[in-house]
C-alpha cells in the first residue's frame, strides 16, 4: 500500500498527529528559553517536566472513559485541550508553575495521543492495513515544521507564548477535519476472558523505550548544540529539526517495509541504528556532526514505537482495542516525560555527552524486548466500522 493511500484512508487521525507534532517541535525548540526563563539547572528542569509525566498518566485512566463519552469528538476536543494548555508554559517564571503548567499539557496530549492511536488501529482492523507509521510520519514531519518555524521566531525575538498562540490559531482551523466516529465492537464469546496485560505490557515496554530515546534528542539537543558545540539559537533548533525531518523519513519508509517484514525484525534493526546515531551525537565535535548523530537516531528509532503500537492492537481482542492501546500508549509516552529528568541529572553530574551515550545503551534495550514480542500470539480481527 502506499504512503499516500494510508494517509487518505486515516486522513482524520493524520490530522491529529499533525496537531500533536507541531507543539512538541515548538516546545523542543524553546527548550533553552524557557530554561534560562525559570533560572534553572538541568537537573532542576528535567525535574520540572515530570509535571506533564503527571498528566500523562492521569491520561491513561481518563482516555477511555472520555473516548467513550466524546465519541466522535474525542480527537477534537483533545485538540482543543492542548491549544489552550500550550498558552501556559511560555508564561511561567516560577518552576513550581511551570511544573502544573506542564502538568495540563500533558493531560491533553496524553488523551490525544490515545485517542488517535485508537481510531488508526481501528481503521487497520477495519481495512486489514498498515496504517501507524503513516500516521506517526507526519507527527514527525509536523514536529520539524514546528522546530524551525520557532528557531526563526526565536532569531527573531518573539515570545515563545505568541509562537505558541500562532500555532492554536493554526490548529483551530484543522479541529474541524478530525471527527471521527468510533467502531462499536462488543465483544465476541471467546475473547470474554481475562485482560491481556502481558502482551501491554511488553508492547508498551517497547514503545517506552523508543520514545524515551526520542524525547532525550527533542528536550535536549538544542541545548547540546548551543552549549556543548557553541551553536547558535538558529543552528541550536537544527538539533530537533532534524531527528524530525529524518524520523518522517523512517516513518514513511517504515509504511513501505511493515507490509513486508515482521514487526520483530523491523524493531531488531532500527534499534540498532538508532543507538549507532545516538554515539555519534554524543561525541560529535561540530554542530554538522552532531545533527549525522540525530538523522541517525531518528532513522532508526522513528519506526519502533509505531511497531510498537500497531503490535498491542494486533494482540488484543478488538473490542479492548481503545483501553489496550491507551495502556499501552501511556507507558510508552511516559518516556516523553521520564527521560527529560533522567537526561538532567546524568548531564548535571556527567555533561551531556555522557547523557547521549546512555540513550544509546537504552536503545540496546529495545532487542530482547523485541524477541519477547515475537511470541505473542496475533488475534486480528475486522472491526464493525464500515
Known amino acids: 500500500m502506499s504512503v ?43 525535574i520540572l517536566l515530570l509535571g506533564s509525566a503527571t498528566g500523562l498518566v ?30 501556559l508554559p511560555g508564561q511561567m517564571t516560577v518552576p513550581v508553575l ?8 500533558g493531560l491533553a496530549s496524553g488523551l490525544l495521543d490515545v485517542i488517535m492511536n485508537a481510531r488508526v488501529s481501528e481503521l487497520e482492523a477495519a481495512h486489514d492495513l498498515p496504517l501507524m ?23 527573531a525575538g518573539v515570545p515563545p507564548t505568541v509562537v505558541f498562540a500562532g500555532f492554536g490559531a493554526v490548529v483551530a482551523l484543522m479541529i474541524p477535519f478530525i471527527r471521527m466516529d468510533v467502531a462499536a465492537v462488543p ?28 524525547a532525550t534528542v527533542e528536550a535536549w539537543s538544542a541545548l547540546h548544540v548551543e552549549r556543548t558545540l557553541g551553536g547558535g539559537a538558529a543552528e541550536g533548533a537544527l538539533g530537533p529539526a532534524m531527528l524530525g525531518l529524518t524520523m518522517a ?3 514513511f519508509s517504515g509504511q513501505v517495509v511493515a507490509a513486508r517484514l515482521r514487526e520483530v525484525a523491523v524493531v531488531f534493526w532500527a534499534a540498532a541504528l538508532s543507538a549507532i546515531g545516538a554515539v ?24 519502533i514505537g509505531p511497531m510498537g503500537l500497531a503490535l498491542v492492537g494486533k494482540v488484543v ?30 548531564s548535571d553530574a556527567f555533561g551531556l555527552r555522557v547523557a547521549f551515550l546512555g540513550v544509546a545503551v537504552l536503545l540496546s534495550l529495545a532487542v530482547p524486548l523485541a524477541i519477547l514480542a515475537g511470541r505473542l500470539p496475533q488475534t486480528v480481527r475486522k472491526s464493525a466500522q464500515t
Open 4 to 46: 499516500l493511500n494510508a494517509l487518505i484512508v486515516s486522513r482524520r487521525p493524520a490530522t491529529a498527529f499533525v496537531v500533536v507534532g507541531l507543539f512538541w517541535g515548538c516546545f523542543a525548540a524553546h527548550v533553552p528559553v524557557l530554561k534560562a526563563q525559570l533560572g534553572a539547572s538541568d537537573a532542576l528542569f528535567g
Open 58 to 87: 492521569s491520561s491513561m485512566w481518563l482516555a477511555p472513559r472520555a473516548d467513550r463519552f466524546f465519541g466522535g469528538r474525542g480527537m477534537q476536543v483533545g485538540a482543543a485541550m492542548l491549544a489552550v494548555a500550550w498558552l
Open 98 to 105: 511551570f511544573a502544573l503548567s506542564m502538568g495540563f499539557v
Open 133 to 155: 507509521n503513516a500516521n506517526h510520519a507526519m507527527f514527525s514531519v509536523a514536529y520539524a515544521i514546528g522546530a524551525l518555524v520557532a528557531g526563526f521566531t526565536r532569531e
Open 187 to 214: 465483544p465476541a464469546d471467546e475473547n470474554a476472558g481475562g485482560y491481556p496485560l502481558w502482551p501491554i505490557a511488553l508492547c508498551g515496554a517497547i514503545v517506552l523505550v523508543a520514545f524515551m530515546s526520542e
Open 249 to 251: 523519513v523512517g516513518r
Open 280 to 303: 555519534i551525537a554524543a561525541l560529535a565535535p561540530t554542530p554538522m556532526v552532531a545533527y549525522l548523530g540525530f538523522g541517525v537516531l531518528g532513522l532508526g528509532v522513528s519506526v
Open 317 to 346: 481482542a478488538p473490542h479492548l482495542r481503545t483501553e489496550a492501546i491507551s495502556r499501552a500508549a501511556v507507558i510508552g509516552f511516559s518516556g516523553f516525560f521520564f527521560a527529560p529528568m533522567l537526561m538532567g541529572l546524568v
